[in-house]
């Protein structure tokens, strides 16, 4: 009865290393997805400030020309 006991056990035990190789997959796949989201996000904000330099500049040239 012991050697039953035994390998429910090991079964387990392999059981158990699956599940946690699948998890550490998991987790890598959920931080890629969430990396590339901040870029998305860093990059986003970066050309909404490009676009507001672009918009200040052209405004500030404006501005000249009117002045003239």
Known sequence: MEA????GAAAAAAAA???SKDLLQQSKA???????????Q??????????AALASSKEAD???????
């Open 4 to 7: 039953g006991g035994g390998g």
């Open 17 to 19: 290393a699956v599940d």
């Open 42 to 51: 860093l990059d986003s904000t970066r050309v909404q400030s490009a676009m």
């Open 30 to 40: 959920l931080d890629k997805l969430t990396d590339r989201v901040e870029d998305r």
């Open 62 to 68: 404006w501005n000249a020309m009117t002045m003239q």
